[in-house]
């Protein structure tokens, strides 16, 4: 028995969690994480009242204490800034990743330590063991359709230590059972999406609303300008609509395949297109973190969420690592994070710094 407490987002996986804590015999508190207030009106849905108002309904039908800890000054300073930095930088950053590392077993996670409770769990589908030694490892989440480990690769040893994530050992279906089987108010709320936490506002919404526009050409290979943009930031390697430009051949759009900071030039080409550079098998990974010790030789990699984990060799090259995949990869994308996998379990994570061939 210890004193848990869950992260409460108003979402049905998060409901479960903290009632199944309670059920095991935990001593539960639900916290809502106030990180993001639409306060600059930037066009879209922010429904974080609606959301702490579930998150509250859920607390009182369990019979459990409810608090809103307001995190808005820390989440426009790990994420936010980190977020319109990437951009201005010319890479994309990847908030949902960081937010775990630095919000929900960061400062939310300091916040519950410093209060007196043992661990924080939330409603991640991600699976935690614990080994014999005493440390924690993470293992991908019950449900392959649902597996949210990618999103926990740069967690420390220290917070996966202190995360509980029940229902990760459930299959989506078995939540919404579980759900029912509780009646919690949320068993039938739809599931969230949008950027961490910043509700259901678009990327490039809120992009446009903290990145000056910077135009410039959309150029094919060979140089031909197509059209013109509004700025680098708001397009993302391997990206086939929204850039408006008409491609001649039937049934074949352009893709993104190359930003070009210094003149501003957005790359585009066909899919099948030699030369384009859309796919690349080696890559150096930066800013690494491991969960249970530096790991080198022949590992399994998934370079974005929801991508096939994809066998790698990986040599250490001074503070960085040269990943090279077996299979050519499409679009892979500096700032992005490559998960590292032995199997299923997850041991890690880095960032994309340079692409090679
Ligand atoms: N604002 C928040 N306050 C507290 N905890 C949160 C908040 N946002 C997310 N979490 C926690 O992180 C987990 C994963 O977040 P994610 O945004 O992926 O939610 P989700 O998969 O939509 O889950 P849910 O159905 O619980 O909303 C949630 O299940 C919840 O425990």
């Given amino acids: 028995m210890a004193r848990i407490m869950v992260g409460l987002s108003g979402g049905v996986d998060?409901?479960?969690?903290?009632?199944?804590?309670?059920?095991?015999?935990?001593?539960?508190?639900?916290?809502?994480?106030?990180?993001?207030?639409?306060?600059?009106?930037i066009a879209g849905d922010c429904p974080w009242e609606q959301d702490v108002e579930d998150a509250h309904?859920?607390?009182?039908?369990?019979?459990?204490?409810?608090?809103?800890?307001?995190?808005?000054?820390?989440?426009?300073?790990?994420i936010v800034d980190y977020l319109l930095a990437g951009?201005?930088?010319?890479?994309?950053?990847n908030p949902d990743v960081f937010c775990n590392r630095e919000m929900k077993f960061g400062v939310f996670l300091d916040y519950a330590l410093s209060q007196g409770f043992e661990a924080v769990g939330t409603g991640h589908y991600a699976r935690r063991?614990?080994?014999?030694?005493?440390?924690?490892?993470?293992?991908?989440?019950?449900?392959?359709?649902k597996d949210q480990s990618y999103f926990l690769a740069m967690m420390k040893p220290e917070q996966i230590q202190r995360a509980r994530f029940p229902v990760g050992e459930l299959l989506k279906t078995q939540v919404r059972d579980e759900a029912r089987r509780f009646g919690l108010p949320t068993a039938e709320k739809k599931d969230s999406q949008g950027i961490c936490f910043i509700g259901n506002i678009k990327m490039n919404d809120f992009l446009t609303h903290y990145v000056?526009?910077?135009?410039?050409?959309?150029?094919?290979?060979?140089?031909?300008?197509l059209g013109t943009h509004r700025g680098l930031h708001l397009f993302t390697l391997g990206q086939r609509k929204g850039h408006g430009v008409a491609s001649p051949r039937d049934g074949m759009a352009y893709v993104v395949v190359r930003k070009e900071p210094e003149s501003k030039r957005l790359v585009v080409a066909y899919e099948d297109q030699e030369g384009s550079g859309l796919y690349s098998s080696?890559?150096?990974?930066?800013?690494?973190?491991?969960?249970?010790?530096?790991?080198?030789?022949?590992?399994?990699?998934q370079p974005r969420y929801r991508a096939k984990s994809e066998r790698v060799t990986v040599v250490a090259e001074g503070d960085r690592l040269r990943v090279n995949f077996q299979r050519p990869q499409r679009a892979l994308t500096p700032g992005q994070v490559c998960a590292f996998?032995?199997?299923?379990?997850?041991?890690?994570?880095?960032?994309?710094?340079?692409?090679?061939?």
């Fill in 14 to 41: 998060s409901s479960v969690a903290a009632a199944l804590l309670q059920e095991q015999g935990h001593e539960v508190v639900g916290g809502y994480m106030k990180n993001w207030i639409n306060d600059e009106g």
């Fill in 57 to 78: 309904a859920v607390a009182k039908h369990l019979g459990i204490e409810f608090r809103v800890i307001d995190l808005v000054d820390h989440y426009r300073e790990r």
């Fill in 87 to 93: 951009y201005r930088d010319g890479i994309t950053p």
């Fill in 129 to 145: 063991r614990e080994l014999a030694d005493g440390s924690a490892v993470i293992l991908r989440g019950a449900d392959p359709n």
């Fill in 212 to 225: 000056k526009d910077d135009p410039g050409e959309i150029v094919d290979l060979e140089g031909r300008v």
């Fill in 282 to 301: 080696t890559c150096l990974v930066g800013s690494l973190s491991w969960m249970n010790g530096a790991r080198h030789g022949v590992l399994d990699a």
């Fill in 341 to 357: 996998y032995d199997g299923g379990q997850l041991l890690g994570g880095g960032v994309f710094e340079v692409i090679e061939a």
